[in-house]
Protein backbone atom coordinates (compact mmCIF):
# COMPACT_ATOMS: atom_id res chain seq x y z
CA UNK A 1 0.00 0.00 0.00
CA UNK A 2 1.20 3.05 -1.41
CA UNK A 3 0.23 6.50 0.61
CA UNK A 4 1.12 10.26 0.97
CA UNK A 5 2.59 11.51 4.84
CA UNK A 6 -0.08 12.98 6.32
CA UNK A 7 -3.18 11.27 4.86
CA UNK A 8 -5.67 8.87 6.86
CA UNK A 9 -4.51 4.89 6.65
CA UNK A 10 -6.99 1.75 7.29
CA UNK A 11 -5.38 -2.24 7.12
CA UNK A 12 -8.05 -4.36 6.61
CA UNK A 13 -7.62 -8.41 7.65
CA UNK A 14 -10.40 -10.72 7.86
CA UNK A 15 -10.25 -14.64 8.47
CA UNK A 16 -13.04 -17.21 8.53
CA UNK A 17 -12.76 -20.23 10.78
CA UNK A 18 -14.17 -22.56 14.05
CA UNK A 19 -14.18 -21.36 16.65
CA UNK A 20 -14.28 -17.42 15.11
CA UNK A 21 -10.41 -16.17 14.73
CA UNK A 22 -8.85 -13.65 16.42
CA UNK A 23 -7.20 -10.49 14.21
CA UNK A 24 -3.77 -9.61 15.85
CA UNK A 25 -1.74 -6.78 14.12
CA UNK A 26 2.05 -6.09 14.50
CA UNK A 27 5.00 -4.88 13.11
CA UNK A 28 7.11 -7.39 11.35
CA UNK A 29 10.49 -5.66 12.51
CA UNK A 30 9.15 -5.60 16.30
CA UNK A 31 8.81 -1.74 16.77
CA UNK A 32 5.84 -1.18 18.67
CA UNK A 33 2.90 0.20 16.97
CA UNK A 34 2.29 3.92 17.40
CA UNK A 35 -1.39 5.22 18.23
CA UNK A 36 -3.19 7.84 17.28
CA UNK A 37 -2.74 9.74 20.88
CA UNK A 38 0.74 9.04 20.77
CA UNK A 39 1.21 5.95 22.69
CA UNK A 40 3.00 2.84 21.35
CA UNK A 41 2.07 -0.65 21.67
CA UNK A 42 3.29 -4.23 20.62
CA UNK A 43 0.08 -5.14 19.30
CA UNK A 44 -3.28 -4.45 18.46
CA UNK A 45 -6.10 -6.59 18.01
CA UNK A 46 -9.42 -5.88 15.78
CA UNK A 47 -9.90 -6.55 11.78
CA UNK A 48 -8.47 -3.08 10.88
CA UNK A 49 -5.45 -1.26 11.92
CA UNK A 50 -6.10 2.69 11.66
CA UNK A 51 -3.10 4.75 11.43
CA UNK A 52 -4.29 8.74 11.49
CA UNK A 53 -2.36 10.90 9.86
CA UNK A 54 0.79 8.83 8.83
CA UNK A 55 4.52 9.49 9.12
CA UNK A 56 7.46 8.60 7.66
CA UNK A 57 8.08 6.55 10.57
CA UNK A 58 4.68 4.33 10.18
CA UNK A 59 6.64 3.14 7.01
CA UNK A 60 7.41 -1.32 7.06
CA UNK A 61 5.36 -4.37 7.04
CA UNK A 62 2.94 -5.14 8.89
CA UNK A 63 2.12 -8.67 10.20
CA UNK A 64 -2.41 -9.47 10.31
CA UNK A 65 -1.94 -12.63 12.52
CA UNK A 66 -5.64 -14.83 12.82
CA UNK A 67 -5.63 -17.51 15.40
CA UNK A 68 -8.49 -19.04 17.14
CA UNK A 69 -6.62 -21.80 19.52
CA UNK A 70 -5.97 -24.45 16.64
CA UNK A 71 -3.08 -24.79 15.35
CA UNK A 72 -1.80 -23.59 13.59
CA UNK A 73 -2.10 -19.76 13.27
CA UNK A 74 -1.98 -18.27 9.69
CA UNK A 75 -0.67 -14.65 8.58
CA UNK A 76 -0.92 -11.96 5.95
CA UNK A 77 2.24 -9.57 5.26
CA UNK A 78 0.79 -6.26 4.44
CA UNK A 79 3.69 -3.55 3.15
CA UNK A 80 2.78 0.30 3.79
CA UNK A 81 5.14 2.94 1.78
CA UNK A 82 5.02 6.72 2.61
CA UNK A 83 6.22 9.17 0.40
CA UNK A 84 7.43 12.43 1.30
CA UNK A 85 9.08 15.25 -0.34
CA UNK A 86 13.31 15.49 0.65
CA UNK A 87 14.29 16.83 4.28
CA UNK A 88 17.74 17.60 4.75
CA UNK A 89 19.79 18.31 8.12
CA UNK A 90 22.98 20.16 8.34
CA UNK A 91 24.69 19.31 11.61
CA UNK A 92 27.49 21.66 11.37
CA UNK A 93 26.66 25.03 9.00
CA UNK A 94 30.21 26.44 9.74
CA UNK A 95 33.48 24.69 9.43
CA UNK A 96 36.97 25.93 8.97
CA UNK A 97 39.97 24.19 7.73
CA UNK A 98 43.51 25.11 6.64
CA UNK A 99 44.84 25.49 3.49
CA UNK A 100 47.07 22.74 2.34
CA UNK A 101 45.02 20.33 3.96
CA UNK A 102 41.38 17.97 3.70
CA UNK A 103 38.18 18.35 4.95
CA UNK A 104 34.79 16.70 4.86
CA UNK A 105 31.39 18.39 4.28
CA UNK A 106 28.27 15.99 5.66
CA UNK A 107 24.90 16.14 5.12
CA UNK A 108 21.43 14.50 6.62
CA UNK A 109 18.55 13.85 4.15
CA UNK A 110 15.60 12.46 4.61
CA UNK A 111 13.49 11.48 1.05
CA UNK A 112 11.01 8.80 -0.38
CA UNK A 113 10.72 7.98 -2.93
CA UNK A 114 14.65 8.12 -3.05
CA UNK A 115 16.07 11.42 -3.71
CA UNK A 116 19.16 12.20 -6.38
CA UNK A 117 21.65 13.54 -4.30
CA UNK A 118 24.96 16.11 -5.17
CA UNK A 119 26.65 19.09 -4.36
CA UNK A 120 26.73 22.82 -5.89
CA UNK A 121 28.96 25.84 -4.89
CA UNK A 122 27.38 29.09 -4.09
CA UNK A 123 26.62 30.34 -7.42
CA UNK A 124 24.69 26.96 -8.11
CA UNK A 125 27.10 25.37 -10.42
CA UNK A 126 27.20 21.13 -9.59
CA UNK A 127 30.71 20.45 -7.84
CA UNK A 128 32.38 17.90 -9.86
CA UNK A 129 33.56 14.25 -9.18
CA UNK A 130 37.62 13.71 -9.36
CA UNK A 131 40.38 15.88 -9.01
CA UNK A 132 40.30 16.68 -5.02
CA UNK A 133 36.57 16.11 -4.77
CA UNK A 134 35.36 13.13 -3.38
CA UNK A 135 31.22 12.69 -3.00
CA UNK A 136 29.75 9.29 -1.81
CA UNK A 137 25.88 9.12 -0.16
CA UNK A 138 25.60 6.47 2.44
CA UNK A 139 21.84 4.94 3.28
CA UNK A 140 21.45 4.90 6.74
CA UNK A 141 17.82 3.54 6.75
CA UNK A 142 15.00 2.85 4.09
CA UNK A 143 14.50 6.48 3.91
CA UNK A 144 17.54 8.10 5.10
CA UNK A 145 21.06 8.64 3.39
CA UNK A 146 24.35 10.53 4.73
CA UNK A 147 26.26 12.67 1.92
CA UNK A 148 29.51 13.40 2.59
CA UNK A 149 32.37 15.67 0.05
CA UNK A 150 35.60 15.16 0.80
CA UNK A 151 38.02 18.03 -0.59
CA UNK A 152 41.70 17.62 -0.32
CA UNK A 153 44.05 19.62 -0.75
CA UNK A 154 42.19 23.04 0.26
CA UNK A 155 43.20 25.93 -2.12
CA UNK A 156 42.24 29.87 -1.82
CA UNK A 157 39.78 28.97 -4.45
CA UNK A 158 37.60 26.02 -2.47
CA UNK A 159 36.68 28.33 0.39
CA UNK A 160 33.08 29.61 0.81
CA UNK A 161 29.55 28.46 0.50
CA UNK A 162 28.57 24.68 -0.66
CA UNK A 163 25.29 23.51 -1.23
CA UNK A 164 24.04 20.09 -0.62
CA UNK A 165 20.81 19.24 -2.34
CA UNK A 166 18.10 16.70 -2.66
CA UNK A 167 15.40 16.03 -4.99
CA UNK A 168 12.76 13.64 -6.15
CA UNK A 169 9.36 13.58 -7.47
CA UNK A 170 7.35 15.24 -4.76
CA UNK A 171 9.91 18.38 -4.64
CA UNK A 172 13.49 18.98 -3.85
CA UNK A 173 15.51 20.89 -0.86
CA UNK A 174 18.97 21.64 0.13
CA UNK A 175 21.26 22.85 2.98
CA UNK A 176 24.08 25.06 3.14
CA UNK A 177 27.33 25.19 4.82
CA UNK A 178 30.17 27.75 5.19
CA UNK A 179 33.68 26.51 4.66
CA UNK A 180 35.94 29.52 6.18
CA UNK A 181 40.04 29.35 6.40
CA UNK A 182 42.05 28.66 9.65
CA UNK A 183 45.51 31.00 9.75
CA UNK A 184 48.40 28.18 10.24
CA UNK A 185 49.75 29.92 13.28
CA UNK A 186 46.08 29.26 14.88
CA UNK A 187 46.26 26.01 14.71
CA UNK A 188 50.09 26.04 16.20
CA UNK A 189 48.70 27.87 18.91
CA UNK A 190 45.92 25.14 19.74
CA UNK A 191 48.09 22.67 19.38
CA UNK A 192 50.75 23.65 21.32
CA UNK A 193 48.15 24.57 23.99
CA UNK A 194 46.46 21.47 24.06
CA UNK A 195 50.36 19.82 23.93
CA UNK A 196 50.70 22.10 27.07
CA UNK A 197 47.39 20.86 28.96
CA UNK A 198 48.18 17.29 28.63
CA UNK A 199 51.99 17.74 29.24
CA UNK A 200 50.67 19.23 32.94
CA UNK A 201 47.97 16.42 33.17
CA UNK A 202 50.58 14.26 33.58
CA UNK A 203 53.20 16.42 35.64
CA UNK A 204 50.48 16.78 38.32
CA UNK A 205 49.54 12.92 38.44
CA UNK A 206 53.00 12.30 38.45
CA UNK A 207 53.26 14.36 41.74
CA UNK A 208 50.63 13.02 43.05
CA UNK A 209 51.32 9.67 42.63
CA UNK A 210 55.11 10.61 44.38
CA UNK A 211 53.43 12.32 46.94
CA UNK A 212 51.19 9.14 47.68
CA UNK A 213 54.17 6.68 47.70
CA UNK A 214 56.20 8.43 50.32
CA UNK A 215 53.03 8.90 52.30
CA UNK A 216 52.84 5.14 52.29
CA UNK A 217 56.17 4.59 52.77
CA UNK A 218 55.84 6.65 56.28
CA UNK A 219 53.04 5.01 57.36
CA UNK A 220 54.21 1.43 56.69
CA UNK A 221 57.39 2.34 58.65
CA UNK A 222 55.07 3.79 61.89
CA UNK A 223 53.20 0.66 61.67
CA UNK A 224 55.49 -2.41 60.92
CA UNK A 225 58.37 -0.82 63.63
CA UNK A 226 56.77 1.81 66.32
CA UNK A 227 59.43 0.64 68.94
CA UNK A 228 61.81 2.17 66.14
CA UNK A 229 59.63 5.45 65.77
CA UNK A 230 59.40 5.96 69.21
CA UNK A 231 63.92 5.53 69.52
CA UNK A 232 63.92 8.01 66.95
CA UNK A 233 61.54 10.58 68.93
CA UNK A 234 63.42 9.99 72.26
CA UNK A 235 67.12 10.73 70.43
CA UNK A 236 65.61 13.89 68.98
CA UNK A 237 64.70 14.86 72.14
CA UNK A 238 68.74 14.03 72.97
CA UNK A 239 70.24 15.67 70.12
CA UNK A 240 68.18 19.00 71.32
CA UNK A 241 69.28 18.81 74.77
CA UNK A 242 72.82 18.06 73.32
CA UNK A 243 72.60 21.23 70.57
CA UNK A 244 70.83 23.74 73.12
CA UNK A 245 72.44 22.36 76.90
CA UNK A 246 70.09 21.89 80.04
CA UNK A 247 68.21 24.75 79.28
CA UNK A 248 66.11 22.48 76.81
CA UNK A 249 65.89 19.97 78.77
CA UNK A 250 64.51 22.44 81.77
CA UNK A 251 61.94 24.24 79.30
CA UNK A 252 60.61 20.63 79.64
CA UNK A 253 57.91 20.40 82.48
CA UNK A 254 57.45 17.34 84.16
CA UNK A 255 54.39 16.23 85.91
CA UNK A 256 54.03 14.04 88.79
CA UNK A 257 50.29 13.60 90.30
CA UNK A 258 48.85 16.14 88.22
CA UNK A 259 50.93 18.81 89.38
CA UNK A 260 53.93 20.54 87.88
CA UNK A 261 57.16 20.13 89.49
CA UNK A 262 58.61 22.83 91.52
CA UNK A 263 62.00 21.70 90.89
CA UNK A 264 61.88 22.04 87.06
CA UNK A 265 59.46 25.09 87.01
CA UNK A 266 62.17 27.44 89.18
CA UNK A 267 64.90 26.87 86.50
CA UNK A 268 62.97 27.46 84.37
CA UNK A 269 61.68 30.94 85.56
CA UNK A 270 65.87 31.96 86.24
CA UNK A 271 66.34 30.96 82.49
CA UNK A 272 63.74 32.91 80.95
CA UNK A 273 64.54 36.72 83.53
CA UNK A 274 67.84 35.70 82.13
CA UNK A 275 66.89 35.80 78.46
CA UNK A 276 65.10 38.92 79.32
CA UNK A 277 67.62 40.68 80.65
CA UNK A 278 70.19 39.74 78.36
CA UNK A 279 67.89 41.04 75.36
CA UNK A 280 67.06 44.36 77.23
CA UNK A 281 70.87 44.88 77.51
CA UNK A 282 71.53 44.66 74.29
CA UNK A 283 68.78 46.97 73.08
CA UNK A 284 69.19 49.70 75.47
CA UNK A 285 72.90 49.58 76.54
CA UNK A 286 72.24 50.62 79.84
CA UNK A 287 73.87 49.50 82.91
CA UNK A 288 70.37 49.62 85.44
CA UNK A 289 69.93 45.72 84.72
CA UNK A 290 73.60 45.24 85.97
CA UNK A 291 71.57 44.32 89.23
CA UNK A 292 69.28 41.72 87.93
CA UNK A 293 71.26 38.91 88.95
CA UNK A 294 71.29 39.81 92.82
CA UNK A 295 67.34 39.87 92.30
CA UNK A 296 67.66 36.62 90.69
CA UNK A 297 69.39 35.03 93.74
CA UNK A 298 66.44 36.37 96.09
CA UNK A 299 63.92 34.54 94.16
Known sequence: MVVREGSNVTLKCAATGSPEPTITWRRESGVPIELANGEEVPSIEGTDLIIPQVKRQHMGAYLCIASNGVPPSVSKRITLVVHFPPMITVQNQLIGAVEGKGVTLECQSEAYPKSINYWTRERGEIVPPGGQYTANVTEIAGYRSSMKLHINPLSQAEFGAYRCVAKNSLGDTDGTIKLYRIPPNAVNYVEN??????????????SEMYHSSRAQEHSGEDTENPRKRKADLSLS???IDSIYGSSAAALRLTRKSGRLSLSCLLPTLLLLLWMMRTTLTRQLGKTQLALLPQTLTHV
Do not use: I, P, V
Request: proline content about 0%.
Open 237 to 239: AES
Open 193 to 206: FEARHKAGKKRTKS
